[in-house]
DNA sequence: CGCAGATTTGTTAGTAACTATCAGCATGGT
DNA sequence: ACCATGCTGATAGTTACTAACAAATCTGCG
């Protein structure tokens, strides 16, 4: 018997969906984002364009889905409230950096290089990190109500986001050669004079 | 130095330009952004849908377009050289803010808004600030080979302009009722401990 | 096991953004 | 006046994405 919580039903689900993004970067890289359709993507799945749209709401979306958010609000989490607001949103960044590129280099390069080439994909890159932005603030924010704070939370966490931002560029455009976390550090280290 | 020598196509071209924003605008906030097609807006200002694209590659170029990237250039280049890297690219976009409202308060504040609202130009609203970045990292940039230093320049001015987009945005939520440069100044100085 | 209810999937038909192409027209320098 | 150049419009696509319905599949319960 198998102890997972997860049913058949959400099993399959997953593991549908990873096959979609899996065949959609491969072909992407391949043929190019523009020249490869939605169609072309169901049909490389197995399964039809109506079913792909269930779980991937967008073609943007076959690249740029992530687990990210979730991961960095609960190493934002485990930091020690002692520290300052820059250095726990940035370690916490850095951290959940470390364990992506250890699980799953590959495929995380190969995104970066698509969003990188790809224009729409590029715009839409930057919104998913302003989800991580809303992430961020939301659990630094827990329980807070003076606005003004809010405001200042959200202003730290947009100027760490965006520094990150240029490390992991920099990290693909270098094929993935230099290592991330000290990217990610040596960026933050300039932009606020700061260690990290 | 351009030439202020606009000939009658030129000018024909600005004219047919700021119309059609204008329009797209107005219908935009009147009917919502989705609920307004290409073709209401082109024949709203009397030409052919066909002619709207060769003025905006994109429907969200209509809600988007400005020259926010030129002037920031051009204040930045005005900036005292002494003055630390961050405070030069953070005072520009200021000015460059300050400008922009007392030339085109209400059309800026309708545009946010719909930003704001929106999803897809959300998205394509921190891309355009991504491309303010890049003309901000050339201009500083000028005669640099060191990778190392515009690796540091580009950190940093990620930095200023995430949380310039922070005070942009609570600007426009508030409606316009707060000092724009001076929200801006506040961003700047929570996120980087100094006086901007 | 078998049945009822919920979830997932495929098919079809449609909307609207965007592109390529070609032909007609205004414009600006000679 | 005249020709090259660039602006405009009509037409006919392609493709991402949605709505609606019907068929297949899974889950939980008796």
Not at 17 to 36: E, I, K, N, S
Not at 50 to 56: A, E, G
Not at 88 to 116: E, K, W, Y
Request: with cysteine.
């Amino acid at each position: 018997m198998i102890a997972e919580t997860a049913s058949l039903r959400e099993r399959r689900r997953a593991e549908t969906r990873r096959t979609l993004q899996t065949h959609a970067v491969r072909l992407f890289m391949a043929r190019g984002y523009d020249a490869t359709t939605i169609n072309d993507v169901a049909e490389a799945a197995g399964v039809s364009a109506m079913t792909l749209y269930r779980h991937f709401a967008t073609k943007e979306d076959l690249v740029l889905y992530d687990e990210f958010d979730r991961e960095t609000a609960a190493a934002l989490a485990a930091q020690q409230q002692e520290e300052p607001l820059r250095q726990r949103i940035g370690r916490a960044l850095v951290q959940t950096a470390a364990t992506a590129v250890n699980s799953d280099r590959d495929l995380l390069l190969a995104r970066l290089n698509l969003m990188i080439s790809t224009p729409a994909l590029q715009a839409r890159h930057l919104d998913s990190q302003y989800a991580t932005e809303i992430a961020v603030v939301d659990t630094l924010c827990a329980g807070t109500t003076d606005p003004d704070l809010e405001f200042r939370i959200r202003s730290t966490t947009a100027a760490c986001l965006a520094v990150i931002h240029v490390a992991l560029i920099r990290w693909a455009e270098g094929d993935g050669r230099q290592d991330l976390p000290t990217l990610m550090r040596q960026a933050l280290t300039s932009a606020f004079d700061t260690a990290f």
